[in-house]
C-alpha cells in the first residue's frame, strides 16, 4: 500500500532531496485516490500529474521534512538567455523554481541595472521612490512592473539580507540556473 499524504504537502522523490535544486522537483499534493494514486502538480508550475500508486512507492516520495521549507531556498547561480548578448551571464539568486522550464531569476540592483541595459527593443525606467523598473517592449503596450525585494540568503556560509529585482521571472526566458 502506497503511503499517505494530504492535501497541500509538498513531496518529492527521496533521492531527489539531496541535490542543491531539489525544489524544482517538488510537487504540491491536490489529493491522494484510494488506492493510493497520487494527484499533484509541479510546485514549479505545469500540467496536472497522475503517479500510480506502484510508481509512489517506486519513487520512495517523501514529504518534504517542514524545515527545509522553512530555510532560505535562494542560492547564488548564473544566468544566460538566448535573447542577451552573446556570451553574456549575469549573477543572481534562485530558488531553483523553472516558469514552464525556464530559469526563474532575482539580481540585486547592480545585476539588475546591467540586465536591462542589454534588454534589446525595451523602454525601460527606474523609480526610486516606488523602487521599482518599468520595462515596456516595443512590442507591447501593457508596461512589465519589477517591485524590489528584500530575501534572505546564505553566501560562504553567512546569512544575509538583500534586496533583488525579479527581472524577468516568470515573464522572459531565461536558461536554467548554473549553480555557483
Do not use: C
Not at 504540491?28 to 510508481?55: H, M, N
Not at 517523501?62 to 552573446?86: C, G, N, Y
Amino acid at each position: 500500500m502506497a503511503r499517505r499524504f494530504e492535501k497541500d504537502d509538498v513531496v518529492i522523490p527521496r533521492q531527489y532531496l539531496k541535490d542543491k535544486d531539489w525544489r524544482a522537483s517538488t510537487i504540491v499534493v491536490v489529493e491522494q485516490e484510494w488506492d493510493g494514486t497520487l494527484i499533484a502538480f509541479p510546485s514549479a508550475g505545469g500540467f496536472r500529474l497522475r503517479i500510480p500508486a506502484d510508481k509512489v512507492e517506486e519513487f520512495d516520495f517523501i514529504k518534504v521534512p517542514q524545515e527545509m521549507l522553512e530555510r532560505s531556498p535562494f542560492h547564488k547561480a548564473r544566468f544566460t538567455a538566448d535573447w542577451m548578448p552573446e556570451g553574456k551571464s549575469y549573477v543572481g539568486w534562485t530558488t531553483g523554481q523553472l516558469w514552464n522550464g525556464w530559469g526563474m531569476p532575482s539580481f540585486e540592483k547592480v545585476v539588475a541595472d546591467e540586465v536591462v541595459a542589454d534588454l534589446d527593443g525595451w523602454k525601460v525606467t527606474f523609480d526610486p521612490e516606488k523602487d521599482q523598473y518599468t520595462l515596456i517592449s516595443e512590442n507591447e503596450d501593457e508596461p512589465y512592473i519589477v517591485q524590489g525585494a528584500t530575501i534572505q540568503v546564505e553566501d560562504r556560509g553567512r546569512r544575509k539580507k538583500i534586496k533583488v529585482y525579479d527581472i524577468g521571472s516568470g515573464y522572459l526566458t531565461w536558461n536554467a540556473p548554473e549553480y555557483l
